[in-house]
């Protein structure tokens, strides 16, 4: 059975830092490609960044430069470094693990909220 489980949301202050981890279990880990997307009240999912079995990169606009997202194989976990935090990053976190168009599964999300 897949589990794809984010943790590391919460509360922070505009300015801020979090790190957001999946541990994704029940696949072939290394083959995947690791996906973050948020979704943000009355809007579309959107991708934030992207990391491939290769460890190549992609990153919304509107996070390069501030985000940064890994992947341990060993430890079967991706995980999202979030700095300089803004309010308009305010949205639940979805990890995505994909491999083809066969195999793509998504967890239940965790909520990032950035307030003063």
């Known amino acids: 059975q897949v589990q794809v489980v984010e943790s590391g949301g919460g509360l922070v202050q505009p300015g801020g830092s979090l790190r957001l981890s999946c541990a994704v279990s029940g696949i072939r880990f290394s083959i995947y490609s690791l996906g973050w997307y948020r979704q943000a009240p009355g809007k579309q999912r959107e991708l934030v960044a992207r990391?491939?079995?290769?460890?190549?990169?992609n990153y919304a606009d509107s996070v390069k430069g501030r985000f940064t997202i890994s992947r341990d194989n060993t430890k079967t976990t991706v995980y999202l470094q979030m700095n300089s935090l803004k309010p308009e990053d305010t949205a639940i976190y979805y990890c995505?693990?994909?491999?083809?168009?066969?195999?793509?599964?998504w967890g239940q999300g965790t909520q990032v909220t950035v307030s003063s």
């Open positions: 995505n693990a994909q491999f083809g168009r066969q195999y793509d599964y």
């Open positions: 990391i491939t079995s290769g460890g190549s990169t």
